[in-house]
């Protein structure tokens, strides 16, 4: 049996059906599983093929619960591909949000913000990526599901919910095209000059390969950064973990309120 397949029924064992919606938090946004309804909380460890974060600011637990109308998984911390060379180190638990029949995928990060108005504390939505890092999750497989198509790999309808939950709660969401840095050595101002050029927005060291392996599995995707500092060099910008780690969760609320917000209702079979 196949990782993905063991980890799906320990979720079933567990009582976790299908969810309307799986989130992926990222560094300081943990906060979002506090937001739901009945939780059930299951530490990676105790689920096969989940990998192991050693990145502190990240939990380590999948935890199902409701918000509103909608059956939502949190993913309480991810592991990056800086942790060990392995671009796909996050294949499990995404196969297995595709297995179970997710809904939509939502990935959340910390991010460098690359514009005047991505200031630190910004909620902003990703529209595309540039994948800069030279690796991909997908290198080594075989067959044809490989050759991933990636437009509209940020699902435009999603996108649009994003736009109307931020209008609700008044809340202004910059958008731009996010850059993956593999990190964990943050970037030189030159770096961060290079990416402005190639037309980068933000800059992080996660998401890009979560989103590929999520088109691979079918899963449709929307991704949001919480911009936790200017990108090195720009508007006095001069990333460290600990500045992202406490302007991640300082910043939270605005991105708990949108998530929650935004998933309250379950997406109907056929997006709008
Ligand atoms: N660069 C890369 N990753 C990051 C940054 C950054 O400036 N801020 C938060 N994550």
Not at 10 to 17: E, S, T, V
Not at 118 to 146: C, K, M, Q, W, Y
Not at 147 to 153: E, I, L, W
Not at 164 to 190: H, I
Request: aromatic residues 6%; proline residues 6%; contains cysteine.
């Amino acid at each position: 049996m196949t990782t993905d397949l063991a980890a799906q029924d320990l979720l079933r064992a567990a009582g976790i059906g299908r969810p309307d919606w799986a989130v992926v938090l990222g560094t300081g946004l943990g906060a979002f599983a506090d937001a739901l309804e009945n939780p059930i909380a299951i530490p990676y460890a105790a689920i096969p093929g989940f990998p192991q974060s050693g990145v502190s600011g990240h939990e380590g637990r999948l935890i199902a619960g409701r918000i509103g109308r909608s059956r939502v998984i949190a993913l309480q911390g991810r592991a990056h591909y800086y942790e060990n060379g392995d671009a796909a180190i996050m294949r499990t638990p995404i196969a297995m949000l595709a297995a179970l029949g997710t809904g939509a995928l939502i990935l959340t990060n910390a991010a460098g913000g690359l514009r005047e108005d991505l200031a630190p504390g910004t909620v902003a939505l990703i529209t595309d990526h540039i994948n800069f890092s030279g690796r991909n999750p997908l290198i080594g497989e075989i067959g044809d599901a490989r050759f991933v198509p990636m437009v509209n790999a940020y699902e435009p309808s999603l996108n649009a919910r994003f736009r109307a939950a931020a209008q609700r709660l008044d809340m202004p969401l910059p958008e731009g095209v996010y850059l993956w840095f593999s990190g964990p050595s943050f970037e030189t101002p030159a770096e961060i000059r290079m990416a402005v050029m190639l037309g980068a927005d933000l800059v992080g060291m996660s998401t890009v390969p979560e989103v590929i392996l999520a088109r691979r599995f079918g899963l449709r995707c929307g991704a949001l950064s919480l911009v936790t500092n200017y990108g090195a060099g720009l508007f006095g910008g001069a990333p460290s973990h600990d500045e992202t780690r406490k302007v991640a969760a300082d910043g939270s609320a605005d991105m708990v309120a949108l998530l929650t917000e935004t998933l309250r209702e379950p997406l109907s079979e056929k997006l709008a």
